[in-house]
């Protein structure tokens, strides 16, 4: 599958679990509904290891790294439950979504990855984005 078709995916279905995010957190308080997620990817993980071949090989820096990203991912997604419980789903979504300039602006500082002018001007877009979804 193309680089292009699984960004399209996440797009589509990371949109659709939002709505269903703040539908639950209607009647849910955040941290049950992260629990009741966490407990979704536990579940569909075996499923993952049948469905998908690949290298099942593990390493200490590679299990270091997926625990450190799991509990920044794991905060990040509880401070997003509770945005969207008290915010509106639109507002909430669109404006957590700028957390890919700080992905690229660290990758730029800690994995020497390129930033180009291209790059540069995606982030100020952004930000004019952000500023205009966020301003009341």
Request: aromatic share 14%; charged share 10%.
């Amino acid at each position: 599958m193309s680089l292009q078709a699984l960004i399209f995916i996440s797009i589509i279905f990371w949109g659709i679990g939002g709505i269903f995010y703040k539908c639950s957190l209607n009647t849910l308080h955040p941290i049950m509904c992260s629990a009741i997620i966490t407990a979704v990817y536990v579940l569909w993980t075996p499923i993952t290891f049948i469905l998908f071949k690949f290298p099942k090989t593990i390493t200490y820096h590679g299990v270091l790294f997926a625990v450190a990203g799991g509990i920044a991912m794991g905060i990040g997604s509880l401070a997003y439950d509770y945005a969207l419980k008290i915010g509106h789903a639109g507002e909430v979504t669109i404006s957590s979504a700028f957390y890919p300039i700080v992905t690229l602006i660290i990758s730029v500082l800690f994995l020497n990855e390129e930033l180009t002018f291209r790059k540069c001007f995606g982030i100020l877009l952004a930000g004019i984005s952000f500023l205009l979804i966020i301003k009341k």
